[in-house]
């Protein structure tokens, strides 16, 4: 326990000390206008590995990123993206999935019996994620879909679809489906979820 407070302490502490350098160089960054300049949105995963500031070529100000596990169209996702464009004016979409996702190694199920057995992080070894905690868990889990995928290339495409299919998303929005090749930087494109996309 001693050795968790002192490690997130140290992480606390390069953040702060990170944020202090990048204040000191804040600039006139304080002006930008709140609508996203190059006017799209991205629904991304939170995976570390992705930097979509990087693979899309953003600086502060240009476009909104939605990030959540599995870059999946969850209805907090879309509430985001309907925000983005009625409010803020976004006029196109990326939802951008990835190779070698997390999300790929578990099931809804599996992750159920895991926070079940305990709350612990568990341990991912080569026949999947295994608890190695003590409990008490919580049957809380239970209630959660955790939008687990065992395709990604198709469920790019669901996501889309889902995301074109919402009566609150206007037709004029194209969406646009890719996958982001973690071994690689490229992103690269599902056709078949860019066609899903297709404006109406």
Known sequence: MTDSK??????????????????????????????????FAILTCMDARLDPAKYAGLSEGDAHVVRNAGGRASDDAIRSLVISYKLLGTSEWFVIHHTNCGMEFFTDEQM??????????????????????????S???????WL??????????EDVARIRAHPLVPGSIPIYGYLYDVTTGRL?????????????
């Open 6 to 39: 002192e490690h997130t302490v140290s992480i606390r502490d390069e953040v702060l000390e990170a944020n202090d350098a990048y204040a000191a160089e804040f600039g006139d960054k304080g002006d930008l206008a709140l609508p996203p300049a190059r006017r």
């Open 112 to 137: 159920r019996e895991l926070l079940a057995s305990s709350l612990e992080t568990a341990a991912l070894g080569p026949d999947g994620f295994h608890d190695v905690g003590t409990g008490p868990g």
């Open 139 to 145: 049957a809380e889990a239970r209630y959660i879909d």
């Open 148 to 157: 687990t995928i065992d395709d990604n290339a198709r469920t790019v495409v």
């Open 188 to 200: 690269v494109e599902v056709e078949e979820a860019t066609k899903a996309g297709l404006p109406t």
